[in-house]
């Protein structure tokens, strides 16, 4: 079948045939020269300790490659739409607005993407002031949304629809939409005030006082915020939910408090005013107390069992776990304290006290059982 075509071929039908071929060799010469372009900056790139070149260049690697085919298939067609009269070569020019649009977008949001891994990379933030993660992504989202919804409306004129009736229609069905997505919508608007307001980052320990919500923020996207909890779980969070309820956020936090009540005994009430005493110098000589704040040592209260005394001091570490140390290490030494003035923490203890008369009733009454 091929030998019965090759011999009916004439050169003659075809005019188009020479400048097509040679079109094609351009595009793969192009095609070469962009992949050797691109391989030796790649290795001059590596030898610098520049990020932006290297986010650059990964983002203009493939979009490069694919213009080069593009452009060359665009004039390969060009050339056969000159010799026929088919009609789907008068879109010609269209299709290749939108195919350069389209590439375009593609570099621009990969460009995007690679700025904000770099950012976000230890490389970049070990030798540069830290970065906030929220606000790199938040911006790198709001960079990207930009560049897809400027590129849709630039590909629209291009196939001929008119932006005013585009925007005219998408106001309409913007109220249809929100409607029916109010709660996506919420949600959205709730992650861009998240953006924001930023009462809480990337990394960040929340809690919230009104819903079970604790753990640590791991990523905040616009429609919910994932959250780590302290025993390992994913916990996904609407972001309309934060509008409505209170957060806490101890990361943020300059101090952590000890506020703890130390109970001694009854018959240790000539030693509380030295235990006192003598638990406050230890606070004040303490290496970890932060003595700008506040620090209280005082009797405080005549309980059931105990006479109770209380420690109200601020750690200088907001650690949790440095944190406990520290106030295991004070406990223990306001115990040795009270140990080393002869006195002891008191527990809890009922005193009885009974009619001397019934007692000696119930001490004859045994006696005469004794006998029996």
Do not use: C
């Given at each position: 079948?091929?030998k019965?075509?090759?011999?009916?071929?004439q050169?003659?039908?075809?005019?188009?045939?020479?400048?097509?071929?040679?079109?094609?060799?351009?595009?793969l010469?192009?095609?070469?020269?962009v992949?050797?372009?691109?391989?030796?900056l790649a290795?001059?790139?590596?030898?610098?300790?520049?990020?932006?070149?290297?986010?650059?260049?990964?983002?203009?690697?493939?979009?490069?490659?694919?213009?080069?085919?593009a452009v060359?298939?665009?004039?390969?067609?060009?050339?056969?739409?000159?010799?026929?009269?088919?009609?789907?070569?008068?879109?010609?020019?269209?299709?290749r607005?939108?195919?350069?649009?389209?590439?375009?977008?593609?570099?621009?949001?990969?460009?995007?993407?690679?700025?904000?891994?770099?950012?976000?990379?230890?490389?970049?933030?070990?030798?540069?002031?830290?970065?906030?993660?929220t606000?790199?992504?938040?911006?790198?989202?709001?960079?990207?949304?930009a560049?897809?919804?400027?590129s849709?409306?630039?590909?629209?004129?291009?196939?001929?629809?008119?932006?005013?009736?585009?925007?005219?229609?998408?106001?309409?069905?913007g109220?249809a939409?929100?409607?029916?997505?109010?709660?996506?919508?919420?949600?959205f608007?709730g992650?861009?005030?998240?953006?924001?307001?930023?009462?809480f980052?990337?990394?960040?320990?929340?809690?919230s006082?009104?819903?079970?919500?604790?753990?640590t923020v791991e990523?905040?996207g616009?429609?919910?915020?994932?959250i780590r909890?302290?025993?390992?779980?994913?916990l996904?969070?609407?972001?309309?939910?934060?509008?409505?309820?209170s957060?806490e956020?101890?990361?943020?936090?300059?101090?952590?408090?000890i506020?703890?009540?130390?109970g001694?005994?009854?018959?240790?009430?000539?030693?509380?005013?030295a235990i006192?005493?003598?638990?406050?110098?230890m606070?004040?000589?303490?290496?970890?107390?932060?003595?700008?704040?506040t620090?209280?040592?005082?009797f405080?209260?005549y309980?059931?069992?105990?006479?109770?005394?209380?420690?109200?001091?601020?750690?200088?570490?907001?650690n949790?776990v440095?944190?406990?140390?520290?106030?295991?290490d004070v406990?223990?030494?306001?115990?040795?304290?009270?140990?080393?003035?002869?006195?002891?923490?008191?527990?809890p203890?009922?005193?009885?006290?009974?009619?001397?008369?019934t007692i000696?009733?119930?001490?004859?009454?045994?006696?005469?059982?004794?006998?029996?």
């Amino acid at each position: 079948m091929f030998k019965q075509w090759w011999d009916s071929f004439q050169p003659d039908q075809y005019p188009w045939l020479g400048d097509v071929f040679i079109v094609v060799l351009i595009i793969l010469a192009a095609n070469l020269f962009v992949s050797r372009l691109m391989a030796r900056l790649a290795l001059k790139f590596a030898k610098t300790r520049n990020l932006w070149d290297d986010a650059l260049l990964d983002a203009a690697r493939r979009p490069a490659i694919l213009m080069v085919w593009a452009v060359g298939a665009s004039h390969v067609l060009e050339i056969i739409g000159r010799s026929t009269d088919a009609e789907i070569f008068s879109a010609l020019d269209s299709m290749r607005a939108v195919g350069v649009v389209l590439i375009l977008a593609w570099f621009l949001v990969a460009l995007v993407r690679q700025i904000e891994l770099r950012l976000l990379s230890d490389d970049y933030t070990a030798k540069d002031e830290p970065i906030d993660r929220t606000t790199v992504m938040a911006l790198g989202k709001l960079v990207r949304t930009a560049v897809i919804i400027v590129s849709g409306l630039m590909i629209l004129q291009n196939l001929g629809y008119s932006i005013s009736g585009v925007l005219a229609f998408g106001g309409i069905g913007g109220i249809a939409v929100g409607f029916a997505a109010k709660d996506l919508l919420a949600n959205f608007f709730g992650g861009l005030m998240v953006y924001l307001d930023r009462p809480f980052s990337v990394g960040d320990w929340i809690r919230s006082p009104d819903k079970n919500i604790e753990g640590t923020v791991e990523n905040i996207g616009w429609r919910q915020t994932r959250i780590r909890t302290f025993d390992q779980r994913p916990l996904y969070v609407p972001n309309a939910t934060f509008a409505q309820i209170s957060v806490e956020n101890p990361s943020r936090m300059l101090n952590r408090r000890i506020y703890e009540t130390i109970g001694v005994r009854y018959e240790d009430a000539a030693r509380l005013p030295a235990i006192i005493d003598k638990v406050r110098a230890m606070l004040e000589n303490h290496a970890d107390i932060d003595l700008a704040k506040t620090l209280i040592v005082n009797f405080n209260k005549y309980n059931a069992s105990s006479l109770d005394f209380f420690v109200y001091t601020f750690t200088k570490t907001t650690n949790w776990v440095e944190y406990h140390r520290i106030k295991q290490d004070v406990l223990l030494q306001i115990l040795a304290i009270i140990h080393e003035l002869g006195g002891d923490v008191a527990f809890p203890t009922t005193t009885v006290k009974m009619d001397p008369i019934t007692i000696e009733n119930a001490q004859g009454r045994i006696a005469e059982l004794k006998n029996d």
